[in-house]
């Protein structure tokens, strides 16, 4: 196994071998990604393909400051906002912007595993699930989602809790013992991934 400057310096040269190895130490990782973007296993591997074609494309331009496996997944969330674009063509502009209000924090998700966890979220719209895989787990602010999807900033927070009701909702259905008073009206979560 090569250390990562010397494997993106070979990268960097077209190395077909070291793309053969970056595929190897990567790809698992940053499908993971991809199936948290997609609803369905070949969309994913769809979007990992592309991904690893837009990494070998564009080695020249990491710079080596920061983190490369960064800057990989970095491209994949681009990769995926992209086919998410070409597939939808565009995201449903929210009219009707609900207000959540007086919300209380549970950690419904503490209960589950990270597999049940991925289903319910591949279960969301496609748009909630884009929304929430960019603010809740890749840590974006609405106002960067909002440029980078082309939408209003309201319309990100308007949809990322959505996606977060639709996710209790869900969570509730599967598991009715979680259920009580007090949870059944939350409508924020702590998410412990």
Not at 39 to 51: F, G, H, N, P
Not at 130 to 147: Q, R, T, V
Request: proline letters at 1%; one cysteine or more; charged letters at 30%.
């Amino acid at each position: 196994m090569l250390d990562e400057k010397r494997l993106i310096n070979l990268l960097k040269n077209k190395s077909e071998s070291a793309f053969v190895e970056l595929y190897n130490n990567y790809s698992k990782a940053l499908f993971g990604i991809c199936l948290r973007y997609s609803k369905e296993k070949t969309d994913a591997e769809d979007i990992l393909q592309e991904s690893f074609i837009r990494i070998f494309q564009n080695i020249e331009s990491f710079n080596n400051i920061g983190s490369f496996e960064g800057w990989l997944k970095k491209i994949v969330v681009n990769v995926s906002i992209n086919y998410y674009r070409k597939k939808v063509k565009s995201i449903i502009e929210f009219t009707d912007e609900e207000k959540f209000e007086n919300a209380v924090d549970t950690n419904v998700f503490s209960e589950l595993t990270s597999k049940e966890i991925l289903q319910l979220v591949q279960s969301l719209p496609e748009g909630y699930r884009i929304i929430f895989n960019l603010f809740a787990i890749e840590g974006y602010k609405h106002n960067e989602i909002a440029e980078m999807l082309q939408i209003t900033e309201s319309t990100s927070k308007t949809q990322f809790m959505k996606a977060k009701k639709a996710l209790i909702n869900k969570v509730f259905k599967l598991y009715p013992n979680l259920e009580n008073a007090n949870l059944k009206e939350s409508k924020t979560l702590i998410f412990d991934f």
